[in-house]
């Protein structure tokens, strides 16, 4: 039950898709990466989980720090989620601006605090924040990237959202032209506005960043299967929350990892972008011919 290690991989690419040059056991690298990650009840006092830690969340490099509203001053639309639930689409069609109140409200109900406990250890008062979507172990290793394109009353550029805080940072990297976000990703069904790409038309670009080094210290090589779960369980947040606010929003795979993960200035490594969401209002004059 020893671990297989693969080296070079990348530079084969035929079992991208067949798994035909791993010439082991196992078929392919999926397979191989999930036997290796199985918990065994044999082997679960070496597996299981080791003790949450303490974090800390520092953002050093930004330009200017913005605190949204608290939720208790956000108005949730009246829609039951049975509604919700049932209306929600993906949808391409972009344009429009939306209003720095409807960005708090997607912010705030998909991904933001929701609780706080206090633990008093050793004379130490810590907090515990809890979201609006669980995390296993409690230690929220996905990290909220997105581009401005139109929101009214803010600039455009990558920001990133730190829910303990309530606020949201303009990032002092390489702010990028909508034509730059365009070379991003290469995947976007055809209901989309045909002349104009909608990655850049979107009022919002979504990165989900997972930090794989936090989360791989206390799950080993279960990590990677917990980060996937758990962006799955923030984006379906922030569809059904845009659904309610009359937003088109549609979650994209079909991004180049390494291009994002280059204007982010993450590793692609310790720090990887794994999901994209497109969300913003379609232009009133194709509304019209609708
Ligand atoms: C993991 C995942 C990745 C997706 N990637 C893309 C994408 O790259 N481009 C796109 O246009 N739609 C993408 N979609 C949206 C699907 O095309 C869409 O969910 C599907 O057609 C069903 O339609 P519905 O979302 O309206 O129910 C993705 C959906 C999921 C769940």
Redesign the pocket.
């Known amino acids: 039950m020893g671990l297989f290690k693969i080296k070079e991989w990348s530079i084969n690419y035929n079992h991208f898709f067949d798994g035909l040059a791993l010439g082991s056991d196992f078929e392919s690298l999926a397979e191989l990466y999930h036997e290796n990650s199985k918990y065994h009840p044999s082997l679960f006092s070496l597996q299981c989980p080791r003790p949450m830690p303490e974090r800390q969340v520092v953002i050093d490099n930004y330009i200017n720090k913005i605190e949204l509203p608290t939720a208790d001053k956000l108005l949730f639309p009246e829609i039951s989620l049975g509604e919700i639930l049932m209306k929600?689409?993906?949808?391409?069609k972009f344009g429009d601006p939306i209003t720095f109140q409807e960005l708090a409200i997607i912010l705030s109900y998909s991904v933001g605090v929701s609780s706080v406990d206090e633990i008093v250890k050793e004379n130490k008062v810590n907090y515990l924040f809890y979201r609006t979507y669980p995390s296993g172990g409690g230690i929220y290793p996905v990290e909220l990237y997105f581009y401005i394109n139109q929101v009214d009353d803010l600039q455009s550029g990558f920001y990133k959202f730190v829910p303990e805080s309530n606020c949201i940072y303009l990032l002092n990297i390489n702010q990028q032209e909508d034509k730059d976000i365009d070379d991003m990703?290469f995947?976007?069904?055809e209901d989309?506005n045909t002349e104009e790409s909608p990655f850049g038309q979107a009022a919002v670009n979504f990165f989900f960043v997972a930090n794989m080094q936090i989360i791989t210290k206390y799950y080993g090589l279960r990590a990677y299967r917990l980060v996937q779960k758990e962006i799955?369980h923030i984006?379906q947040n922030m569809?059904l929350v845009s659904t309610a606010l009359n937003i088109n929003a549609?979650?994209?795979?079909?991004?180049f990892d390494d291009i994002v993960n280059k204007k982010l200035h993450l590793d692609g490594i310790k720090n990887i972008a794994t999901?994209s969401i497109l969300l913003g209002k379609e232009k009133k004059e194709d509304n019209k011919n609708d």
Do not use: Q
Request: charged share 30%; aromatic share 20%; no cysteine.
């Open positions: 929600r689409r993906s949808k391409r990703y995947f976007i069904k989309s799955g984006a569809l549609v979650p994209i795979e079909g991004f999901y």
